[in-house]
């Protein structure tokens, strides 16, 4: 009987926690915006990409689909509705207000998983549960493999900046510095973060995770990309951008990687900050003025595409 007892002392103990988390939660993010859950306007058709090209797609937040000639990639992947501190009867934390613009089961199947940084709107368990396999690669940041090794992947890698790993697949990923912070929880301290160089054949994407205003961009250069996946969102207040960048920086740094598309990612998913939810694209397709037209993906589901004779 003393077991038991210890168990059901265990598990009020983690409820009452729990409810105050998620009162102070809630009192902290009164007065950011409270939208109303909707679905996305479109939804891409994997089934229907090619084995040559690139192929890039939007499903939420920094989530995105990328085919390279034939090679299918993932970037943080996150399908939960809501993210955060799992529990025993439920999870705190954000609530996403748009849908996957694609739902896990019409996922194909994924050579490789990218993961940016160990934070739970981009590391999410029951997401990468599902989309790793025996045939899965994962690329990961600094001291954050053991968080991925109990779903059984084919293999996992770990990298620093400006380290890279060419994969069998024939993807080359080169790690990025970038200006944020990576532990999962407090006292994860040495978990690491960056972005990614992502090359296969003629093709090469840029994918930034999260990060500030920074001039390590300026380096991405070189890799001559076609693509460049930035964050817009989670700027506001101030405070923020010690971590995330406005979308005017968004846009600078873009222009300092010599890409000639910017994919906008990490806004209008979960409301992680205090400004309006249109605010970001606005704001970065007046920053981009006559240049719009290089912003792709700006809503979610769609699905972006370069062969081979239009780049």
């Known amino acids: 009987m003393v077991w038991l007892t210890v168990v059901v002392v265990v598990i009020l103990v983690v409820l009452v926690a729990g409810a105050l988390f998620f009162m102070l939660y809630r009192r902290a993010t009164s007065r950011w915006p409270h939208p109303p859950y909707r679905s996305p306007e479109a939804s891409p058709k994997p089934d229907e990409w090619g084995d040559e090209g690139l192929y890039i797609a939007w499903i939420g937040h920094s989530t995105l689909l990328i085919r390279m000639d034939g090679v299918n990639i993932i970037t943080d992947p996150v399908f939960s509705e809501r993210v955060g501190v799992s529990l025993p009867l439920c999870t705190i934390g954000p609530r996403r207000h748009v849908a996957p613009a694609l739902a896990l089961a019409q996922c194909p199947p994924v050579d490789v998983v990218l993961l940016s940084h160990a934070h739970m709107d981009h590391f999410d368990y029951p997401s990468l549960r599902h989309l790793i396999g025996p045939q899965t690669q994962v690329v990961t940041a600094a001291n954050t493999a053991r968080l ?92 923020f951008q010690g971590a995330h960048c406005t979308p005017e920086q968004a846009w600078e740094m873009f222009l300092a990687t010599g890409a000639q598309h910017l994919i906008p990612i990490h806004h209008d998913t979960f409301v992680l900050s205090q400004e309006p939810l249109d605010e970001p694209i606005n704001r970065l397709l007046r920053a981009a003025s006559a240049r719009e037209e290089v912003i792709a993906l700006t809503k979610h589901g769609e699905t972006f595409a370069l062969t081979r004779q239009n780049f």
């Open 148 to 239: 991925i090794r109990r779903f059984g992947p084919r293999g996992v890698f770990e990298l620093e900046p400006g380290q890279a790993v060419e994969l069998d697949c024939g993807v080359t990923i080169t790690g990025q510095r970038v200006k944020h912070w990576g532990s999962r929880f407090p006292w994860n301290r040495d978990q690491g973060y960056q972005g990614y160089v992502i090359q296969r054949g003629d093709w090469c994407v840029f994918f930034a995770g999260d990060t500030a205003l920074t001039s390590e961009m300026e380096a991405v250069a070189k890799f001559q990309p076609q693509v460049t996946c930035m964050p817009i969102g989670a700027y506001a207040p101030e405070t």
